[in-house]
């Protein structure tokens, strides 16, 4: 590659999350996808990848709060666009998460597969950060008008240092959630006769059930090579990692399908503690 094009996927991944406009940020995502699968970008060099960014890129807006301090959704008027402004929210953050783990972990010895997944779940999440955006702005709206979430970046930053924590919070609990949520969001939409907004919310669970997938079946590879059991290696590292117990109701069928069994999750259920 020449001029200031990445040379690698690692410094790809750094230029995504260090971005700090969001359609930038989805566009370097898309530009990273397209460079990789056409294969003209190494995996990393160490003389030339930048440091993964301790934090993502951010605009002046939207102001991040503490989660206690962020307001109930619903899917009224004024409940939608503060929904649809949470999710977009959690999709910036799913773009920097994909590649974050591509960038932070681009020289451990892992198959080209593990990364062509990573970077397709990247890949996706800017399409459904621009999905959301642009639903916002049709409801006369934007990105940026509300508050949001400040905790979502503290899971990466509590799983930076390894590879099997990072597979077993970001998917396996985080986007796993977004298989519960998600449908009842859905029915909600169709009942307000918002069909625009329950296209969007469709594509997205479609694509969630394929990241906890991903999740799941890389987190089985690193456990096998580290001679680990899967289920109780799971839940030590979500006791550790993530803070507080897992909330049902579950999906389990979602959840089933995507390859997390219940026996990983349920142990951790707050109607366990």
């Given at each position: 590659m020449t ?8 410094a790809a991944a750094?230029?995504?999350v260090?971005?700090?406009?969001p ?8 530009e990273?996808?397209e460079?990789?699968?056409?294969r003209r970008?190494a995996r ?11 934090e993502?890129g ?9 989660p206690r ?5 619903s899917f009224?008027d004024k ?6 402004h949470?999710i977009?929210?959690i999709e ?13 972990f681009?020289?451990?010895?892992m ?7 990573w970077v ?8 459904h ?17 509300l ?7 503290q899971?990466?930053q509590?799983?930076g240092?390894?590879l099997?924590a990072?597979v ?9 959630r ?8 859905i029915?909600?939409?169709?009942k307000a ?7 969007v919310l469709?594509?997205i669970y ?15 590879f690193?456990?096998?090579?580290e ?9 030590e ?7 507080g117990?897992?909330?049902p109701p579950f ?13 990983f999750y349920?142990?951790?259920s707050?109607?366990?503690?």
């Amino acid at each position: 590659m020449t001029g200031d094009k990445p040379q690698t996927l690692a410094a790809a991944a750094a230029g995504v999350v260090s971005a700090r406009d969001p359609l930038k940020k989805a566009r370097l995502a898309d530009e990273a996808a397209e460079a990789w699968f056409s294969r003209r970008l190494a995996r990393h060099r160490a003389s030339v990848d930048p440091a993964m960014p301790d934090e993502p890129g951010r605009p002046d807006q939207p102001e991040l709060r503490a989660p206690r301090d962020m307001p109930r959704r619903s899917f009224g008027d004024k409940g939608r666009i503060a929904l649809l402004h949470a999710i977009a929210h959690i999709e910036l953050n799913a773009i920097d998460l994909a590649f974050d783990i591509v960038g932070r972990f681009a020289a451990e010895p892992m198959p080209r597969s593990f990364y062509d997944d990573w970077v397709q779940v990247g890949r996706e999440e800017a399409y459904h950060y621009r999905l959301v955006a642009g639903r916002l702005e049709a409801l006369g709206s934007f990105y940026g008008a509300l508050p949001a979430h400040a905790g979502l970046w503290q899971a990466a930053q509590e799983t930076g240092h390894a590879l099997l924590a990072r597979v077993a919070v970001i998917p396996l609990v985080f986007e796993a959630r977004g298989l519960d949520i998600t449908p009842a969001l859905i029915d909600s939409a169709v009942k307000a006769g918002d069909e625009e907004t329950a296209a969007v919310l469709r594509i997205i669970y479609r694509d969630e059930k394929g990241h906890v997938a991903c999740g799941a079946k890389w987190f089985r590879f690193l456990c096998d090579r580290e001679g680990a059991i899967p289920e109780p290696t799971f839940q030590e590292l979500v006791r550790r990692h993530f803070r507080g117990a897992l909330k049902p109701p579950f999906n389990d069928r979602a959840r089933s399908e995507a390859g997390l069994t219940p026996g990983f999750y349920r142990p951790l259920s707050s109607q366990n503690s």
